[in-house]
Protein backbone atom coordinates (compact mmCIF):
# COMPACT_ATOMS: atom_id res chain seq x y z
CA UNK A 1 0.00 0.00 0.00
CA UNK A 2 1.90 2.88 -0.59
CA UNK A 3 -1.15 5.39 -0.27
CA UNK A 4 -3.95 5.64 2.03
CA UNK A 5 -6.51 8.60 1.89
CA UNK A 6 -8.84 8.78 4.50
CA UNK A 7 -12.73 11.04 4.27
CA UNK A 8 -14.01 12.02 7.27
CA UNK A 9 -17.43 13.26 7.74
CA UNK A 10 -16.24 15.46 10.54
CA UNK A 11 -17.08 12.88 13.09
CA UNK A 12 -17.07 13.57 17.09
CA UNK A 13 -15.45 10.79 18.20
CA UNK A 14 -11.99 9.39 18.47
CA UNK A 15 -12.08 8.93 14.67
CA UNK A 16 -9.84 10.92 13.44
CA UNK A 17 -7.01 10.24 16.53
CA UNK A 18 -7.38 6.75 15.37
CA UNK A 19 -7.15 7.51 11.44
CA UNK A 20 -3.88 9.61 12.07
CA UNK A 21 -1.95 6.13 13.37
CA UNK A 22 -2.57 5.15 9.09
CA UNK A 23 -1.89 8.49 7.28
CA UNK A 24 -1.74 11.85 7.44
CA UNK A 25 -3.91 12.24 4.77
CA UNK A 26 -7.11 12.70 6.02
CA UNK A 27 -9.65 15.04 3.99
CA UNK A 28 -13.22 16.04 5.53
CA UNK A 29 -16.70 16.40 3.50
CA UNK A 30 -20.14 16.55 4.65
CA UNK A 31 -22.17 13.44 4.32
CA UNK A 32 -24.78 13.69 1.42
CA UNK A 33 -24.89 10.08 0.78
CA UNK A 34 -22.23 7.54 0.29
CA UNK A 35 -22.57 7.53 -3.44
CA UNK A 36 -22.27 10.98 -3.36
CA UNK A 37 -19.63 11.06 -0.84
CA UNK A 38 -17.16 8.75 -3.37
CA UNK A 39 -18.11 11.15 -6.39
CA UNK A 40 -16.92 13.88 -4.09
CA UNK A 41 -13.67 11.81 -3.36
CA UNK A 42 -13.04 10.88 -7.14
CA UNK A 43 -13.58 14.27 -8.51
CA UNK A 44 -11.77 16.87 -6.07
CA UNK A 45 -8.86 14.77 -4.72
CA UNK A 46 -5.67 14.06 -6.30
CA UNK A 47 -5.18 10.25 -5.65
CA UNK A 48 -1.60 9.13 -7.14
CA UNK A 49 -2.27 5.83 -7.59
CA UNK A 50 -4.40 4.56 -10.68
CA UNK A 51 -5.54 1.51 -8.80
CA UNK A 52 -8.46 2.01 -6.03
CA UNK A 53 -9.23 -0.24 -3.27
CA UNK A 54 -12.41 1.68 -2.07
CA UNK A 55 -13.18 0.38 1.18
CA UNK A 56 -15.40 1.30 4.18
CA UNK A 57 -13.97 2.15 8.15
CA UNK A 58 -16.17 -1.11 9.25
CA UNK A 59 -14.39 -3.61 6.58
CA UNK A 60 -11.91 -5.99 7.41
CA UNK A 61 -9.37 -7.40 4.90
CA UNK A 62 -8.51 -10.81 5.51
CA UNK A 63 -5.29 -12.13 4.85
CA UNK A 64 -5.73 -14.33 2.64
CA UNK A 65 -8.07 -11.37 -0.02
CA UNK A 66 -4.65 -9.75 1.10
CA UNK A 67 -2.25 -11.91 -0.58
CA UNK A 68 -4.52 -12.72 -3.36
CA UNK A 69 -4.39 -9.11 -4.11
CA UNK A 70 -1.06 -8.83 -4.08
CA UNK A 71 -0.23 -12.17 -6.10
CA UNK A 72 -2.95 -10.70 -9.07
CA UNK A 73 -1.19 -7.54 -9.18
CA UNK A 74 2.00 -9.07 -9.32
CA UNK A 75 1.03 -10.44 -12.88
CA UNK A 76 -1.51 -7.65 -14.05
CA UNK A 77 -3.47 -8.16 -17.09
CA UNK A 78 -3.60 -4.33 -18.60
CA UNK A 79 -6.99 -5.63 -19.81
CA UNK A 80 -8.64 -5.68 -16.58
CA UNK A 81 -9.97 -2.81 -14.90
CA UNK A 82 -11.67 -3.57 -11.87
CA UNK A 83 -12.12 -7.02 -9.08
CA UNK A 84 -15.27 -7.74 -7.48
CA UNK A 85 -14.84 -8.92 -3.95
CA UNK A 86 -16.61 -11.00 -2.05
CA UNK A 87 -18.38 -9.82 0.91
CA UNK A 88 -19.30 -11.73 3.88
CA UNK A 89 -21.37 -9.45 6.59
CA UNK A 90 -21.04 -10.24 10.26
CA UNK A 91 -23.56 -9.47 12.91
CA UNK A 92 -23.33 -9.63 16.64
CA UNK A 93 -19.78 -11.56 15.73
CA UNK A 94 -21.66 -14.10 13.32
CA UNK A 95 -21.51 -14.29 9.55
CA UNK A 96 -24.67 -14.04 7.53
CA UNK A 97 -24.41 -16.83 5.55
CA UNK A 98 -28.08 -17.83 4.47
CA UNK A 99 -31.25 -15.51 3.25
CA UNK A 100 -29.34 -14.38 -0.39
CA UNK A 101 -27.25 -12.22 1.32
CA UNK A 102 -23.67 -14.73 1.12
CA UNK A 103 -22.11 -14.60 -1.30
CA UNK A 104 -22.28 -11.39 -2.66
CA UNK A 105 -19.57 -9.19 -4.82
CA UNK A 106 -19.35 -5.80 -4.65
CA UNK A 107 -16.81 -3.75 -7.48
CA UNK A 108 -14.30 -2.70 -4.93
CA UNK A 109 -10.59 -2.71 -6.72
CA UNK A 110 -10.65 -0.79 -9.71
CA UNK A 111 -8.29 1.70 -12.03
CA UNK A 112 -9.58 5.39 -11.20
CA UNK A 113 -9.48 6.24 -14.66
CA UNK A 114 -12.22 3.76 -15.83
CA UNK A 115 -14.70 4.07 -13.31
CA UNK A 116 -18.98 4.96 -12.85
CA UNK A 117 -20.79 5.48 -10.29
CA UNK A 118 -24.70 5.83 -9.89
CA UNK A 119 -25.11 8.64 -7.66
CA UNK A 120 -28.88 8.47 -7.81
CA UNK A 121 -28.45 5.51 -5.40
CA UNK A 122 -30.05 6.26 -2.17
CA UNK A 123 -27.96 3.55 0.47
CA UNK A 124 -24.96 1.66 -1.02
CA UNK A 125 -22.10 3.11 -3.61
CA UNK A 126 -22.38 1.25 -6.83
CA UNK A 127 -18.76 1.45 -8.74
CA UNK A 128 -19.37 0.64 -12.70
CA UNK A 129 -16.50 -0.07 -14.51
CA UNK A 130 -15.53 0.30 -18.19
CA UNK A 131 -13.38 -3.26 -19.00
CA UNK A 132 -12.58 -6.28 -18.25
CA UNK A 133 -13.30 -7.45 -14.47
CA UNK A 134 -12.80 -10.11 -12.23
CA UNK A 135 -13.70 -11.64 -8.84
CA UNK A 136 -11.50 -12.09 -6.24
CA UNK A 137 -11.67 -15.18 -4.42
CA UNK A 138 -11.43 -14.37 -0.42
CA UNK A 139 -13.95 -12.54 1.32
CA UNK A 140 -14.15 -8.84 3.23
CA UNK A 141 -15.48 -8.57 5.90
CA UNK A 142 -17.98 -6.06 7.47
CA UNK A 143 -19.35 -6.19 10.73
CA UNK A 144 -22.23 -5.01 12.02
CA UNK A 145 -22.38 -4.43 16.11
Known amino acids: MSEIIIVDSFSMDKTLEIARKFTNTIYQHKYEGHPQQWQWILNNISIQNNWIFAIDADFIITKELLAEINKRFNCLDEEISGFYVRHKEV ?11 YPSYWMRIFRKDRVNIDINELVDVHFFVNGKTENLEFDIFRTKL
Open 91 to 101: FKGRAILHGGI
